[in-house]
């Protein structure tokens, strides 16, 4: 119960601030998917953009990539994600939530996690969700933010989802840690 609280914390102050989003970090996310595909390989897969928040994402990817899927748990984002959705053919949207994620075992040749896990209550329950639903060998990024993980910590959770690492990025300008895992 206390997992689901902290959820609807979240959800709820993304709500109030849906409107400010993109204004308040898209540079900064931009920098974080910059950084990410310079390290995976997205032409012709399917992708997950989980905790998608507006859909800034989905610009850098749709002209790439058979299908991007943004699904987000905040319903006031998830409308404006709708509305970057609409702007290609490929791109869509859902309301779900990543702990429970409505899709069958490894769907995705990618998954994305920009800026999600600070919000989780067990962030490796998180990202082994991410794990179930990538592909073997598929790509999961995942961002760690700086202020509230320490960098071990960090390590420490993703080394509990036994996906090995493939690269981990600590980049001065970034606020988060950015970490391509390889589903197995």
Do not use: H
Not at 15 to 29: F, G, I, K, S
Not at 99 to 120: C, I, W
Not at 132 to 138: F, Q
């Amino acid at each position: 119960m206390a997992g689901w609280k902290s959820k609807r914390r979240v959800m709820q102050q993304y709500d109030l601030t849906a409107d400010m989003y993109e204004e308040r970090y898209r540079e900064e996310q931009q920098a974080k998917y910059k950084a990410s595909l310079e390290n995976v390989d997205v032409a012709g897969s399917i992708v997950l953009d989980v905790g998608c928040g507006t859909g800034l994402f989905f610009s850098q990817v749709a002209d790439q990539v058979r299908m991007v899927l943004g699904v987000d748990f905040s319903r006031k984002l998830l409308l404006k994600a709708k509305n970057q959705a609409k702007k290609f053919s490929n791109a869509f949207v859902l309301r779900a939530d990543v702990d429970y994620l409505p899709f069958s075992e490894g769907f995705f040749d990618a998954v994305f996690a920009f800026t999600v896990l600070q919000n989780m209550p067990e962030p490796s329950e998180t990202l082994n969700e991410l794990k179930r639903v990538a592909k073997p060998g598929g790509s999961v990024v995942v961002t760690g933010l700086k202020k509230a993980f320490p960098m071990e910590a960090f390590m420490n959770v993703l080394e509990r989802t036994s996906m090995r690492v493939a690269s981990f990025l600590d980049i001065e300008d970034l606020k988060c840690y950015v970490a391509v895992l390889t589903a197995q």
